[in-house]
C-alpha cells in the first residue's frame, strides 16, 4: 500500500514538474537542509548509511559498499597508470562512514564533507574504530558548498557515493563538479557515482517534493554527465555503469583525472 501511495505521490510531483512547476534550485536547497537537519528516525539513519541503519541488517552491506568502491578504484587507478601514495581522501557526503573505513586506512588524512554534524562525528568514530589514519570533518551547508572549499584545501583523490542523486538539482551537480576541480591537486582523481536515467518520464530529474523522494531528485544521462565533467575542467577516463545493486537501480561510476599525471 505505502509502495502505491509513494509511486502515486511521484507521479504528482512528475506532473508537475512537466507542466511547468518545478521547484527553484533554492528552495529544493532548503527542503534539502531540513530533511538532513531532522536527524534520528529510522529512514533517516538508512539515508545516511550509518552502520546500525534497518537496512544494513541482513548480511553485512554496509561494508561490502566502501569495499566494492575500493576495489573500482584500484581497478581505474591502475587502468589510467595512477600509482601515488593516497595522501589526502575527499569524500564529498560521506554519510556513516561505509566508504571512508576502507579508503582512510590507505591514506594519510581522510576528509569527510557532510551537512549534517551527527553524520560527521559517526562518520568519525567508525574510521578511528579501524585505524590511526587522521579523519577531518569538514561541515558544508547544502546552498553553499562552495564555501568549504578553502577548508578542505587540496587532495589527491575526490569521492561522491550515494549523494549525486539527492542533490537539488542537475545543475548543482555541476557546481559539486567545479568544486572536485578546485580541490584537486594536478594529476588527481575523482570517482564520481550518479544515477542516470534514459531520458523515460520516471527516471528523470524530479526537481521537486524533495522530502518525499530524497535518493530520486537527480538523475543524468550517461553522456550528458560525461559531458559536465569534461566541462568543468576534468577528464573523464572511463564509466562503468551497475543497472542494479542491492540498495537501487541505475548507477554510472565516472573515474575522473585532473589535468596531466606527473
Ligand atoms: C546516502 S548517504 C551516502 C553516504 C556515503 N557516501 C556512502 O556511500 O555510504 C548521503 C549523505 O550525504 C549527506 N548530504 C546530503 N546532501 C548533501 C550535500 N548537498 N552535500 C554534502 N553532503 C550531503 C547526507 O547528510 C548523508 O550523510
Redesign the pocket.
Known amino acids: 500500500m505505502r509502495k502505491v501511495g509513494s509511486r502515486a505521490e511521484d507521479l504528482v510531483q512528475r506532473v508537475l514538474t512537466r507542466v511547468g512547476l518545478s521547484h527553484s534550485e533554492s528552495r529544493i536547497?532548503a527542503d534539502?537542509q531540513t530533511y538532513?537537519a531532522s536527524a534520528g528516525s529510522a529512514s533517516w539513519k538508512a539515508?545516511?548509511?550509518w552502520r546500525d541503519a534497518h537496512v544494513f541488517d541482513d548480511g553485512d552491506l554496509?561494508h561490502e559498499?566502501?569495499k566494492r568502491?575500493l576495489d573500482m578504484f584500484e581497478r581505474g587507478a591502475r587502468a589510467v597508470g595512477f600509482d601515488r601514495p593516497l595522501g589526502r581522501v575527499v569524500?564529498?557526503?560521506?554519510?556513516?562512514?561505509?566508504?571512508a573505513v576502507h579508503f582512510a586506512p590507505k591514506a594519510r588524512e581522510f576528509v569527510g564533507?557532510?551537512?549534517?554534524p551527527e553524520?560527521l562525528a559517526e562518520c568519525a568514530r567508525q574510521v578511528a574504530a579501524r585505524g590511526g589514519t587522521p579523519f577531518t570533518p569538514v561541515l558544508?551547508e547544502?546552498a553553499h558548498?562552495e564555501r568549504v572549499v578553502a577548508e578542505i584545501g587540496t587532495c589527491d583523490l575526490f569521492?561522491?557515493?550515494?549523494?549525486f542523486e539527492?542533490?537539488?538539482t542537475p545543475e548543482?551537480g555541476e557546481r559539486?563538479l567545479r568544486i572536485a576541480s578546485r580541490v584537486l591537486a594536478p594529476g588527481g582523481l575523482a570517482l564520481i557515482?550518479v544515477k542516470y536515467h534514459e531520458g523515460d518520464f520516471w527516471s528523470r530529474p524530479r526537481r521537486r517534493g524533495y522530502r518525499t523522494s530524497v535518493?530520486g531528485m537527480t538523475t543524468y544521462s550517461v553522456p550528458e554527465f560525461w559531458q559536465l565533467v569534461a566541462d568543468s575542467g576534468l577528464r573523464p577516463e572511463g564509466v562503468t555503469l551497475v543497472p542494479e545493486n542491492e540498495l537501487d537501480r541505475r548507477y554510472a561510476y565516472f573515474l575522473v583525472s585532473k589535468g596531466e599525471r606527473p
Not at 569524500?91 to 566508504?99: K, L, P, Q, V, Y
Not at 569521492?159 to 549523494?163: G, R
Request: glycine share 12%.
Open positions: 536547497a534539502a538532513w539515508n545516511s548509511h554496509w559498499i566502501g568502491h569524500e564529498w557526503g560521506c554519510g556513516g562512514g561505509a566508504n564533507v557532510d551537512v549534517v553524520t558544508a547544502v558548498p569521492l561522491c557515493f550515494y549523494l539527492l542533490i537539488p548543482y559539486l557515482q535518493a
